[in-house]
């Protein structure tokens, strides 16, 4: 499968960022930056950090357009357009800095040093926006709905501005999970093919295990194959609420960024990532960890298991517990090479179609 992003050298970040076009301001005044370049026919919008507690997205888009900014022949400028929405929540980003600046040192797969999050630091620190106040879940419904966030107004206008597209994705996060999580656009399943056979094979290359939950369509959540799962849908997560009495938080939900993006015309292909911040042991290596991946009660479960397992720890100690029931961080550029992999990957099942 033909390549376009040279993961190494993004990851280097030699790179600055470039300057941002200032789209908008945040609920609490904050700039919001986008990136618009390349002259190519495939257009492709990307944004990340829609969930206040998911760095690496955001940092892994900013080394992108630094190191896009600086091509002028290369194929990934000339066969390609770019809009990119580096963070989506930069009052998000600034709640969670308490823990997102704290690191420690870990090896990434090939054995070379690294960071990983504290995780004594994320779980004291970690902010979280509910729905109704989730960016991801929170673009316009039409044009004439003018009640979402300022944040979500900017993109949806910045991202109009450049449409149609191709390929749309959104960076994100997991908390905790044994490995990485693909989701993709349903109409595309048939679709990814190569490109999920890609991916899978460089998850197992970097010696992770892929997450693979079966969740039977809950929220719009359906298992393709392993490591693969549809993207999940507002019309799903408000039937999903309205099946469980809750029609108030039913009520909250608008079109993702996904959504929104199909919304603007053409077939794109959608997708998100999901990238452990912490890894977890395999569910069957558990023997009194509860399992976060196990619906709503099962992440309360844990969260409180959790709770009790740090309190009162130091930040060692807190690592040397965690690590005794299998938990570490996820080395942070392993994250990031997964994500511009999920982009690369995406952009050459889009030329095949």
């Not at 979402?148 to 999970?177: K, Q, T």
């Not at 048939?190 to 369509?217: K, Q, S």
Request: glycine share 10%.
């Amino acid at each position: 499968m033909p390549t376009t992003l040279s993961i190494e050298e993004i990851l280097l970040g030699s790179a600055p960022l470039p300057d941002l076009e200032d789209i908008g301001r945040s609920r609490c005044g904050r700039p919001i930056g986008a990136w618009r370049g390349g002259r190519g026919p495939l257009s492709v919008s990307l944004v990340a950090g829609c969930h206040a507690d998911e760095p690496v997205g955001p940092a892994t888009l900013r080394r992108l357009c630094g190191w896009l900014a600086t091509l002028k022949h290369d194929p990934a400028v000339t066969e390609v357009s770019w809009s990119i929405v580096p963070h989506a929540n930069p009052d998000g980003e600034a709640a969670n800095a308490v823990w997102t600046e704290r690191t420690l040192e870990v090896d990434d797969h090939q054995g070379a040093a690294d960071r990983g999050f504290e995780l004594a630091a994320y779980s004291a620190g970690v902010v979280r926006e509910a729905p109704g106040d989730d960016v991801e879940f929170g673009f316009p419904r039409s044009a004439r709905d003018h009640e979402p966030r300022p944040e979500n107004r900017a993109i949806a206008a910045f991202l109009a501005d450049g449409a149609p597209y191709a390929v749309h994705g959104s960076l994100h996060s997991m908390a905790f999970a044994p490995g990485p999580w693909f989701l993709i656009e349903t109409s595309w399943a048939d679709r990814t093919t190569a490109m999920r056979d890609r991916l899978r094979g460089r998850v197992r290359e970097m010696g992770y295990p892929l997450f693979d939950p079966d969740r039977g369509g809950e929220k719009g959540f359906t298992r393709i194959d392993e490591g693969f799962t549809t993207r999940p849908d507002s019309g799903a997560m408000r039937r999903h609420f309205l099946r469980r009495g809750d029609p108030t938080t039913a009520a909250l939900f608008r079109p993702s960024s996904m959504e929104h993006v199909r919304s603007l015309g053409d077939d794109p292909l959608t997708f998100v990532s999901e990238m452990p911040l912490f890894l977890l042991p395999p569910p069957g290596a558990r023997r009194d960890c509860p399992d976060p991946a196990s619906g709503t009660e099962g992440r309360v479960a844990f969260h409180h298991w959790l709770a009790e397992l740090l309190a009162g720890r130091s930040t060692a100690e807190a690592a040397s517990a965690a690590a005794l029931h299998g938990i570490r961080p996820m080395p942070i550029r392993d994250q990031a090479r997964l994500q511009l992999e999920f982009v690369d990957a995406a952009l050459a099942a889009a030329r095949s179609r």
